[in-house]
């Protein structure tokens, strides 16, 4: 299937006012439409296999509060554009 949108990471702490406890990393995803759920769940699926020494957690930024996402837009550094893709 061809989704278009953008898949980003961006900083919690950033976001969470550097507390402790938190993942540094968060990955999410930005359309106009929400990922169906299938395929949101295949996404965070790889991401918990990957190698890494902390939690990186995968959010649909469509369904998260507006604040939330406009936070996590201005510290984003994109990982992959559907836009952008030949």
């Known amino acids: 299937m061809n989704w278009q949108g953008a898949v980003c990471c961006f900083s919690v702490r950033v976001l969470r006012e550097r507390r402790r406890n938190v993942p540094i990393l968060m990955s999410g995803w930005t359309a106009q439409t929400p990922l169906p759920l299938e395929v949101f769940y295949q996404v965070e699926d790889a991401l918990d296999e990957l190698p890494t020494l902390y939690r990186i957690d995968w959010v649909d930024l469509n369904n998260v509060s507006p604040d939330f996402r406009e936070s996590a837009l201005l510290h984003t550094k994109v990982l992959y ?6």
């Open 81 to 86: 554009d559907s836009a952008t893709v030949v």
